[in-house]
């Protein structure tokens, strides 16, 4: 029953900066390891970044390492990407995913499959 709701994609030039938000809801988001995902026109879904149940670590995918963040506030229920440095090439659709996991904190998952609830998805263009 768990929904999620992303938020926060624009048009930005290339070099500039978002943050995605991603609202949780129906679910205890404290069992849920969250991802990141992105999908351009014509392309695979391609894995962005994850974070454990704790918050305490982090994942990324080799092409936005050192560029992106991704926290959660589990007061709020909420997961972000903090996205910099922007690229062309990081134009996509922008998911947010969850997946549940009862017995460990600190495990991230880069496999879509993991992933039993996703959001809607949210558009980030960048261009120079």
């Known amino acids: 029953q768990l929904q999620l709701v992303e938020s926060g994609g624009s048009s930005v030039q290339a070099g500039g900066s978002l943050r995605l938000s991603c609202a949780a809801s129906g679910g205890v988001f404290s069992r849920y390891v969250m991802g990141w995902f992105r999908q351009a026109p014509g392309k695979e879904r391609e894995f962005v970044a994850s974070?454990?149940?704790?918050?305490?670590?982090?994942t990324y995918a080799d092409s936005v390492k050192g560029r992106f963040i991704v926290s959660r506030d589990s007061a709020q229920d909420m997961v972000y990407l903090q996205m910099n440095n922007l690229k062309e090439e990081d134009t996509a659709v922008y998911s947010c995913a969850a997946h549940l996991n009862l017995k460990f904190q600190e495990v991230t998952t880069s496999r879509y499959t993991d992933y039993a609830h996703w959001g809607q998805g949210t558009q980030v263009s960048v261009s120079s």
């Open positions: 974070i454990s149940r704790s918050g305490l670590r982090q």
